[in-house]
């Protein structure tokens, strides 16, 4: 139980573009999804905690209209970068938890976003 | 806040025993540890709830000290998959349950 499925695995688009990703809980519903970003070699920093029916939360620094976060339903939440840059390319992943006690927060296997 | 990890990198032929710290400067709800390989997303192993908790896996196991923001897990007679890098994540509340991430370990063994 408690998988989460991230798609895409990757993708490279040209600067300028948006690209979406797409974070979905298979086994479960999720009222909170949390968007982490996660540089070579370093630590996964939260960007926002993604809440069904309302606004996401976004972390001090984070630009809320670069990121725009959409929690639609209970078992999907959508990342779009807008106007990516090169420097917005990084490894971008999900999580969420059907039972903290039980499972932690499972992730999502990850989006490598490379921008041109 | 993140939480501060020691130590950075690790070394150790199979069979032999490492300790990775974690340490908070804000009180801490709960401590999870997690294990990610390169390119791969990070997997759970385990997560304490309560101070003085203590809670183990096959041969991986792990302490909480709530008085002393600290957490630290335990990887005895390591094997080869052990490789990999560990994060412990902290919740101090302020973000519901959102996690804040250490700087992460890495570890390597060795034949």
């Known amino acids: 139980g408690a998988v989460v499925s991230q798609h895409p695995s990757w993708v490279i688009c040209k600067s300028g573009t948006s690209v979406k990703i797409e974070c979905r809980s298979l086994?479960?519903?999720?009222?909170?999804m949390f968007w982490y970003r996660q540089f070579p070699k370093q630590s996964l920093m939260l960007m926002a905690t993604s809440n069904e029916g309302s606004k996401a939360t976004y972390e001090q620094g984070v630009e809320k209209d670069k990121f725009l976060i959409n929690h639609a339903s209970l078992t999907l939440s959508t990342l779009t970068v807008t106007s990516a840059h090169p420097e917005d390319s990084s490894f971008y992943i999900c999580s969420a938890t059907a039972d903290r006690a039980l499972y932690g927060y499972t992730f999502g296997s990850g989006t490598r976003l490379t921008v041109v | 806040q993140q939480p501060v990890q020691s130590p950075q990198a690790v070394i150790l032929r199979e069979g032999e025993d490492a300790v990775i710290n974690c340490s908070s400067s804000k009180a801490l709800y709960s401590v999870h540890w997690y294990r990610q390989k390169h390119g791969e997303a990070p997997v759970f192993l385990m997560i304490?709830?309560?101070?003085?908790e203590q809670k183990g896996h096959d041969k991986i196991s792990a302490s909480f000290n709530e008085k002393k923001q600290q957490s630290s897990l335990y990887l005895t007679a390591s094997q080869l998959s052990y490789s990999g890098t560990y994060f412990c994540?902290?919740?101090?509340?302020?973000?519901?349950?959102?996690?804040?991430f250490g700087k992460g370990t890495s570890l390597l063994v060795t034949p």
């Open positions: 994540g902290t919740e101090s509340g302020g973000s519901g349950y959102a996690l804040n």
């Open positions: 304490l709830l309560k101070g003085g």
């Open positions: 086994d479960f519903q999720a009222t909170t």
